[in-house]
């Protein structure tokens, strides 16, 4: 399990929130990546919890309860229910990653995709 502590850098300057259910966190990765934003995505559903944090659009940590970086950045793609709350300005102490968001965000759709159409991960048959 993986600890959910924050380390701030610096203050937010501003706090967006709302629900998954109004922006997905596609979007809200879209948002933070297409517009060069720093600041920290946090969501909450029930007991899951996750964060996804950006220095200049580009995705440098992730974290769930249960894992962290990629694993956890596309775990949070498939939430689809939740609250979030977006801290501008925020950086983590600790930057375990440099993905380009845009980037990892289409590979985590592509792989809900083929999940949902019962690839798993296998090739189609020619």
Known sequence: ?????IVRRKRPQSRTTGNLEDLSFAELTQLMALGGKTGCIRITD????GEAWF????LRHARTNESS???AFMAMVGWTSGTFLIA??????RL???HDAMHLLMKSMKQMDEAAAGYFGQAEAI
């Open 1 to 5: 399990m993986v600890t959910l502590s």
């Open 46 to 49: 029930g007991e899951f919890r």
């Open 55 to 58: 220095v200049d659009g580009r």
């Open 69 to 71: 970086g990629e694993q």
């Open 88 to 93: 501008h300005g925020m950086v983590a102490y």
């Open 96 to 98: 375990k990653m440099d």
